[in-house]
């Protein structure tokens, strides 16, 4: 069935450094999301791409997805402690709406 | 706008017992999906509703079952609790099948003595 795997499974940083997490799918996405899961919180719906090559951002935040809709990744500038917490990439199960989440990368920032 | 709405937010049960959730999405919201948050295994898909009818499925043992009602509320059932059921139940609501971003409650986390 469809993967989707993220690396790395956690980061560790000091505030202001760049932090980026990579998403791969085994199979080619029609769209690709990207949440955030604060500690004991639930996911929240960050961005959807879609389009091969896609770049967004959005403040600090920027998402890209790959010319062959198979990879995306999150890169962040000069990290703050509001980062802290889990980002998870998401795509459509093939043939289905529904979402195939990635493992998620745990994002830990020191002050 | 009213968000997602989980009820409870905590349980206990016991093994062997078993245990219904509910789920109230946002208003106008059609779909409903539900996942198992565990440490191990992250997020796993448990089922997908949308217009009353259960739309998918994921790899989850029959005692996992779930219902949508007229009004798009949804409820999950887990039978015969096992000590490995103990996760976090998120439930995302999205307007139609045609995902735009799912916006999730804030879940329910069971725990299984």
């Known amino acids: 069935g469809q993967q989707v795997m993220q690396i790395p499974q956690y980061q560790h940083v000091q505030e202001g450094e760049d932090f980026t997490t990579y998403c791969n799918s085994s199979?080619?996405?029609?769209?690709i999301q990207w949440y955030k899961q604060r500690p004991g919180g639930h996911p929240v719906f960050l961005i959807q791409l879609v389009k091969s090559g896609e770049v967004k951002k959005q403040k600090r935040l920027t998402f890209q997805f790959g010319e062959a809709k198979k990879n995306s990744s999150l890169h962040i500038t000069a990290t703050q402690t509001t980062d802290v917490g889990t980002y998870f990439c998401?795509?459509?199960?093939?043939?289905?709406?529904?979402?195939?989440f990635g493992k998620g990368t745990m994002l830990l920032v020191s002050p | 706008k009213a968000g997602v709405t989980q009820t409870p937010r905590y349980l206990i049960k016991t093994r062997g017992q078993q245990v219904t959730l509910s789920c109230s999405p946002i208003?106008?919201?059609?779909?409903v999906s539900w996942y198992q948050q565990t440490p191990g295994q992250g997020l796993q898909f448990l089922f997908e509703?949308?217009?009353?009818?259960?739309?998918n499925k994921g790899n989850f043992p029959g005692r996992f079952s779930g219902r949508q009602f007229s009004n798009s509320r949804s409820e999950m059932n887990v039978s015969t609790l096992e000590l490995g059921d103990s996760a976090l139940y998120l439930c995302?609501?999205?307007?139609?099948?045609?995902?735009?971003?799912?916006?999730f409650g804030s879940g329910t986390r069971l725990t299984v003595v």
């Open positions: 199979t080619t996405l029609s769209n």
């Open positions: 998401a795509g459509p199960r093939s043939g289905y709406s529904t979402l195939t």
């Open positions: 509703y949308f217009s009353e009818t259960q739309r």
């Open positions: 208003s106008g919201h059609r779909s």
């Open positions: 995302a609501s999205s307007l139609n099948r045609v995902n735009y971003g799912y916006t």
